[in-house]
């Protein structure tokens, strides 16, 4: 009662000034559903918010944002005929919200919230939920983050494929929209959170929103990691190679001087490495000569180092590097040839290599987890002793947890590494008996470099 008292003494003394009637009554009608919305008394709160709406709808922006949560409350509980009227009660509100307030609104959201519910809600068929996220897509495909929508928006293209409405290359097509915006999600996220990570690995202190930070950050690249698991599981046997295969060799003779389909073909069939066929090095072969890029340059790399060059394929991996523009396969070719040299024992350019690929793409964990597994590897050769040489673990152990928190696809494995790591490395007992304290840095000279600080174990 003491809010409401005070929310009518505001009005009052507002509409006092320079305030028209209208807009007065407005201001009334509005702080009285206004404080019952506040305080989540959303019966009270709906009838009066569908008076402010209806009788000044332009009053402000809040009227439709606590709309939305009051018919959001409802419908938890309503079920059939009352169901579908909320349903398409919110969907009006957010268009409305859309028309009224367009630069307080980001409409990839509300497409993509419309399209949800629309789905969720098997409203319309498959078709009409399709178009509604691929609006979503199309006009703002920035603000278009939901991981549940984006994994819709693939699922109901896939559905449409197998009841023969939609073609495999569509399917595809969809997957490469949609992999490629949650790759971008997940890069963002990561980036937020790898300054974070390092801060609070060095013992500093977090401020409270900070820890808020790194709590989203991880909750949304946990999310985004199981959609891409969900989504890779409904590609399925459809992106095998004896689908692909024929899919292109088919079209080839028609298709060999067309860019834009050979650029497909290449992508489709290099990540899926289906390079043994003749048709991988055709189609590669064709699109180096008509137009030379990093994934031309990729593919004849992936040939070269099947039949055994390896030098002649790190030439073509360095030049497909450079050529190309997108991070996330930037990463995917900088992590290729970290490889090459990890598995000849080059570990510094491996190294090298693999920091190259996360500076493109901050989320890729196996980046972390392969250098985590090169220091574990020289333990031996990095110390002036016993203790020393065992010290490295703990920094092997901090380059598995970093990998864990940043790609949660691959936690698991990295999470056990890290306890794997540190079990190898010098234990409290270790540290009482030696000359170093908790907190002193180990310097390391070999080609490691660096130090590590004993934790407080």
């Not at 003394?13 to 206004?34: E, H, I, P, R, V």
């Amino acid at each position: 009662m003491k809010k409401r008292f005070l929310a009518l003494l505001t009005v009052a003394l507002l509409g006092s000034g320079a305030m028209s009637a209208q807009s007065g009554d407005c201001a009334t009608m509005a702080a009285l559903a206004y404080d019952d919305a506040k305080a989540k008394n959303y019966d009270a709160a709906y009838p009066a918010l569908l008076k402010v709406r209806e009788e000044c709808p332009k009053y402000s922006l809040a009227t439709y944002q606590y709309l939305e949560r009051a018919i959001e409350a409802k419908l938890k509980s309503a079920k059939g005929e009352q169901k579908e009227e909320l349903v398409e009660e919110l969907i009006e509100v957010w268009e409305e919200r859309l028309e009224l307030y367009p630069n307080k609104t980001e409409k990839g959201k509300v497409y993509s919230d419309i399209a949800l519910l629309m789905f969720d809600n098997k409203i319309g068929d498959k078709e009409e939920q399709y178009n509604a996220f691929d609006k979503a897509y199309t006009e703002d495909k920035d603000n278009f983050k939901s991981p549940k929508g984006l994994y819709a928006y693939f699922d109901l293209m896939v559905e449409m494929q197998d009841e023969g409405e939609r073609s495999l290359q569509d399917v595809f097509d969809n997957y490469d929209k949609v992999f490629t915006k949650i790759e971008e999600e997940e890069n963002e996220a990561a980036e937020n959170l790898a300054p974070l990570l390092k801060k609070q690995e060095e013992g500093e202190d977090l401020t409270s929103k900070e820890e808020k930070q790194i709590k989203y950050a991880e909750i949304n690249l946990s999310n985004y990691a199981k959609v891409k698991q969900a989504i890779n599981a409904k590609l399925g046997a459809r992106a095998d190679c004896d689908n692909l295969i024929p899919l292109y060799k088919k079209d080839f003779d028609s298709k060999k001087t067309d860019v834009a389909w050979l650029k497909n073909a290449n992508a489709r069939l290099s990540a899926k490495d289906c390079t043994e066929d003749p048709l991988f090095f055709q189609v590669s072969e064709a699109l180096h000569k008509l137009e030379p890029s990093a994934k031309s340059a990729y593919s004849l790399g992936q040939l070269a180092e099947a039949e055994g060059d390896r030098a002649k394929a790190l030439d073509y991996y360095n030049e497909a590097a450079e050529l190309e523009t997108n991070k996330s396969d930037q990463a995917k070719i900088y992590y290729r040839i970290a490889n090459n040299y990890k598995e000849r024992g080059s570990f510094s350019q491996a190294r090298s290599f693999y920091q190259k690929a996360l500076n493109a793409k901050p989320s890729l964990g196996s980046a972390y987890l392969q250098i985590a597994s090169m220091y574990a590897q020289s333990a031996n050769n990095c110390g002036n002793d016993a203790f020393t040489k065992r010290a490295v673990y703990w920094l092997a152990a901090d380059y598995a947890s970093r990998a864990a928190r940043v790609d949660p696809s691959i936690s698991s494995n990295a999470n056990q590494a890290a306890s794997a790591y540190r079990g190898r490395a010098p234990q409290k007992s270790d540290v009482f008996q030696s000359s170093y304290n908790v907190g002193d840095a180990i310097q390391f000279n070999c080609w490691i470099g660096g130090s590590v600080r004993i934790p407080n174990q």
